[in-house]
């Protein structure tokens, strides 16, 4: 009899390593899964409150050009001014076009702009809904690029912003419809078995092998020439939709096979619960843990998948920015060779992206807190 | 030093080359050659001379899809072709614009301007050592002619309705009846291969010359008159050229031209991968550079030049759907044609367009906006005096208005332009996605356009699909095209403006001119086709450009610079806005020599 708390493998190092964690362990990992879970989770709603907010947030509106100022660098903020003199509001030079030559441009040292916070600007709507013109942050005269200019002179930062709008809601609504489809199919065929399941999970294995990218140039050649951005964006999310259901139904179908043989399930049929009981009752609250983790999953996934339609002219058009459309720029070897700043929309990508996984690993490891952890076994003899 | 060695080692690779070269050479004129014993009358280039050997390396877009002059229509095939493989009897110089002798060593004009009498240099060869005379030049016209040939040049060849004769005077002379005056003259002959008749007679017999001369055609059985001829072709990799022996061209110290020994064109099919390549040093010249591209290879400077040579003949416009439409096309286009065909709409839509920052944006200043079709770089034709006019948003809401449009007035920034049945102006421009450049400029106008409260979508194709929607299903509201000039003069843009032409692209191919000002312009370029004096085809084609402006079938926006780069040991290098931009005088571009280079 080993005493209660120590585990197995720490008594001996050559035991078995599937045995049970310690009840210490358990909880020290459950309480870094809660942690993380809930580090993800606010990070992610801060990340999508000022993606939201995007209006608020950008200084301009991501379609105004300023064809005086093409491919402007980002300005260095300074507090200190030639002088010597501290300010109070950071400020930057604004910049000269140096010579003839294109793109090229210095700071003018002799005109310091200061930043401005909470003034008013061009206006917009604050979640599609509210007519507003207060902006987080401006310039006191002319326009201030934070993250540089395009090609056309519009905000960069203006742009990544208003364009995670439509890349983040292309992965949300995606995301949202592959699970509804993928549960109802995956339940359907889970519980009711039989020709129902052959079927289903015969058309999933289908399209999960369909080519997305030829079939969304099958489908676009159906529709009329000139899309307008709405229904690009539309396309887009059907698509991604359609096609992305296979996998969460084929896991749905799974738990559903599982949990409808388990003993509580069973007694409850033989009380003569209805199956619709059955399946709000006590299956589909089963597969809740397999759901939410396939839609952390999903999410950035589709996020890309809009990114990469994008990119390749398929998805909205312009002027309406989204995060694939802003990279598209990048297949010019010019752009990619001069301006660094245009490399920033993938970036901004990258903590969004952290956030999803990070959540989907924490929710993942909540589900199953007692997995088996690494163990050494020790030298080898 | 490392320059040094490596211009040592292609000396030594072309001492390597130059024998076998003779030998090869001798190899092939020992099957056939005869002797002749009449002097070769060979064309003194004037100017500073080079030094022979060493191997130029290019890259192409696209492989040719043919080394056969006759048959070629793809800008590979022609670049390669006419730049380096063929010569004709009377050539337009690419940097005066103007023509001289080139197979022809002179020429008589009569004095109806309907027979030309070309007199040919005495004792030239073809690239295998067989001799040249007037019977080649019948053959090829005659070739040229044949409805069954197909050529792309034999419309050029047909003056009203009637081909041009052709007849033998005596072995080096050839008498060409026109049977109307020409007004281009003599440049008529520039882009006419003259053709071994030793070779292809076989084959145009038996119906079979569209299949001779492919890229796989072993180089014995290839001959031409041009600088270099055919060595080696790799599928899929390289074209190799090398000097032809027999050139009929020297330099003012007599040495026969060309100077290179090998013209090696790589194929590289992405204008992003022929700069990097040309940046690694691979290839040893560029051109058809983008501004933006230009800008980088400029920026850096890497042991290169580059060179801006000034606006091309390439003209960029807007034009909208003004086709006599069928019951097939969608209702939706031809409702929204009842405003492309209004003429104030069209004003209205140039008025707006902010052409300086196009060629600002676009081009990054290395550009020309446009007024007309006519390029500044058309020194010769374009009308000075057309109206420049400045964009103007007022006066484009003021055409708008007089055309019964109105805006639907709500919030500044929302208002939508109505047309007179309260429909808002909407409409697609159709660019191709593999230009950058009007997918830019298509962008810019849709900004342009929505001031004035239209909405604008701009939809990229590929660029076959959009040709095929323009010219055949006629399924397009707007686009966005380009189009290059292949000569300085009027008559290369027949196609365009006559309105049975292929080419013209608002309405192509009519049977009768649909409107009166298409009519006028008919009847106008068919005079100066006839016309001979340089100055009354000018003022012709001048009303013919103003008739153009006002209508505004075309609405014209920028001509980009003709851009190109090259080692800075590339002697002779010097860009023409003609097509072949950098080869058109490849028979004098050398390597300089190490203290020729330190010299400069």
Known sequence: MRPPGVSQSAADPRAPSTAPLSHLDATLIKNRGGLQLSFCVVALALLHGVIACAGFFAPYSPETQDR???????????????????????????????????????????????????????????????????????????????????????????????????????????????????????????????WRDAVLMRLAELFAVLPWLYLLLGLRAFLPLAVSPLEAFLLVILVIGAVGWARPARLVRGMVLSARERDFVRAARGFGAS???????????ATSNVLLTQAAILVPQFVLAEMTLSFLGLGVPEPVPSWGNLLANLQQYSVLASYWWMYLPALAIVPFFLGYLGLASALQERDNPYKIPEVSLGRPE | MKRQSVFLLLSCLSLAILPATYQRAEARSSTVPPQTTVAEELLTVPGQTGQGGGRLVLSLRAEPKTLNPVTATDASSREVILGAMQADLVHINRATQLTEPALAKSWRVSADHLQYTLILRKGLRFSDGQPVDADDVLFSFRVYLDENVHAPQRDLLILGGKPITVRKENAWTVVFQLPQPYGAGERLFDGFAILPRHLLEKPYTEGKLAQTWTLATPAKEWAGLGPFRLKEYVPGQRLVLERNPYYWKQDAKGNRLPYLEELDFLFVPNADAQVLRFQSGETDAISRLGAENFAVLARQQRGYTMADAGPGLEYNFLFFNLNDLGEQVPPEIRRKQKWFREVKFRQAVSAAIDRDAIVRLVYQGRGAALWGPVTPGDRRWVDASLPHPQRSLERARQLLKEAGFSSSGKAEDDAALVDSEGQPVEFSILTSSSSAERT?????????????????????????????????????????????????????????????????????????????????????????????????????????????????????????????????????????????????????????????????
């Open chain 1, 68 to 194: 005086d100022s093409a491919y402007l660098p980002p300005p260095r903020l300074h507090l200190v001014d030639a002088q010597g003199h501290l300010r109070l509001r950071p400020f930057f030079y604004g910049y000269q076009a140096r010579g003839d030559s294109f793109g090229e441009w210095q700071e003018d040292r002799t005109k310091p702009v200061s930043l401005q916070f909470f003034t008013s600007g061009p206006r917009y709507h604050l979640f599609g809904l509210v007519p507003c013109r207060v902006h987080l942050f401006g310039a006191e005269s002319g326009r201030i690029y934070l993250l540089g200019s395009d090609a056309f002179g519009r905000d960069q930062l203006s742009r990544i912003l208003y364009g995670g709008q439509i890349s983040l809601l292309a992965g949300l609504l995606g995301a949202s419809l592959t699970l509804l489809v993928g549960a109802c199919v995956g339940t359907t065929a889970g519980y009711y078995g039989g």
């Open chain 2, 440 to 600: 830019k400029m298509a962008t810019l106008i849709q900004d342009d356009l929505k001031q004035l409260g239209m909405r604008v979508q701009v939809t990229p194709l590929e660029f076959r699909s959009l040709i095929d929607r323009v010219t055949q299903t006629k399924e397009y509201e707007a686009s966005l095209f380009g189009l290059a000039s292949f000569d300085a003069d009027p008559n290369s843009d027949m196609n365009v403006w006559l309105s049975s032409g292929g080419t013209h692209l608002w309405n192509p191919s009519q049977a009768h001119p649909q409107t009166a000002w298409e009519a006028e312009i008919d009847r106008l370029m068919e005079e100066q086709l006839e016309t001979s004096s340089y100055e009354q085809r000018k003022k012709v084609y001048d009303r013919v450009q103003e008739i153009l402006a006002e209508n505004q079938p075309m609405i014209f926006l920028a001509s980009p610079h003709i851009l190109a780069g090259a080692k800075n040991s590339v002697g002779h290098f010097r860009p023409a806005v003609l097509e072949p931009y950098i080869l058109w005088n490849v028979e004098q571009l050398y390597w300089r020599s190490g203290t020729e280079r330190a010299a400069q």
């Open chain 1, 275 to 285: 199956d619709g009981y059955l399946l709000r009752r006590h299956i589909l609250p």
